[in-house]
């Protein structure tokens, strides 16, 4: 059954268009024309500007176009969306504003509190595993999944949670302290680690855990946050199975989200530890010529020293 039956607004929501436009206006206003209103600021470099285009269209993409409402269709498809919106979008956007900018952020009043706790790496990547954790609890998912409200605020919650477990790999402010490249290596190791037993309780369950995809009536009552309602009485809809692909089981559809979680998760963070791994590398070899340069010049001196005594 084609999608095209829930309507435009639903497959392409408009007024996220809005939005999105809305921002990426106010971004260049901030980093090109009122720059100068700034203490300290920089011209915008073209690959922050890319990066945060790549954030806008990745947002977009993930919870705006189709993507979004096949996510609540298929569960391959929601945790695909998980994925991306929790553990891409935090690095482009990160990447993406400038570090003038973001230092103005992290010390306003309130927000410096925030982030000196929730940045902390032991305390950023325990909140972001318990959040996704419990966001995927087959009870509190579909709680979640029923009510608009609710859904809004554990997403963004989780999404918040996802950006400081992000924040202290990619900290582009100057006068903050970072996070060594080793210890980095170690915190990405960790992250991959402690949402392991959520992606695996998904994967190796015997039967479908999540009402909002197995049940008709708790299916279609989630369908309301991304479709009209109006519209969605209309079309005398009865599951999800309608629109699956072949002969792909319940079962089947549950366990392939888990796998593609893990797999996504393991791309974006093995890029991430190839990149900490290349900077330690330069450090470690730096840091060793500029020894051997200083005893080479210290032994140089020595020997001067001796040959006019």
Request: proline share 6%.
């Amino acid at each position: 059954m084609p999608l095209s039956i829930f309507g435009f607004q639903a497959l392409w929501s408009p007024y996220l268009i809005g939005v999105i436009v809305f921002l990426t206006v106010v971004y260049f206003l901030v980093t090109v024309k009122w720059r100068k209103d700034f203490k300290v600021s920089e011209p915008l470099k073209k690959s922050e500007a890319t990066y945060f285009l790549l954030a806008m269209l990745s947002l977009y993409i993930v919870i705006g176009s189709p993507v979004d409402l096949l996510s609540h269709i298929l569960f391959t498809m929601h945790m695909t969306q998980m994925a991306l919106l929790l553990l891409l979008v935090p690095i482009l956007v990160i990447k993406g504003v400038p570090w003038w900018i973001w230092r103005v952020v992290v010390n306003a009043p309130v927000v410096r509190k925030i982030f000196k706790v929730f940045t902390q790496p032991v305390v950023a990547v325990f909140i972001f595993a318990l959040m996704f954790s419990l966001y995927h609890l087959p009870s509190i998912f579909d709680t979640i999944k029923l009510d608009e409200t609710f859904h809004g605020i554990f997403t963004f919650i989780l999404f918040l949670s996802a950006f400081f477990m992000t924040w202290p790999l990619m900290n582009p402010v100057k006068e903050l302290p970072k996070m060594k490249s080793l210890y980095k290596i170690g915190y990405i190791l960790a992250n991959a680690v402690l949402i392991t037993p959520a992606c695996a309780l998904i994967i190796f369950a015997g039967q479908p855990l999540y009402a909002t995809y197995y049940d008709g009536a708790t299916w279609l009552k989630a369908m309301e946050l991304c479709v009209p309602v109006g519209t969605l009485s209309s079309l005398g809809l009865s599951g999800p199975q309608l629109f699956f692909p072949g002969s792909m089981s319940l079962l089947a559809d549950q366990q392939s989200g888990g796998v593609l979680m893990k797999i996504i998760q393991e791309i974006i963070f093995g890029v991430i530890l190839w990149k900490v791994f290349r900077e330690w590398w330069k450090e470690e070899h730096s840091d060793n010529e500029d020894e051997i340069t200083q005893k080479a010049l210290k032994e140089y001196q020595a020997l001067k020293q001796s040959q006019q005594h």
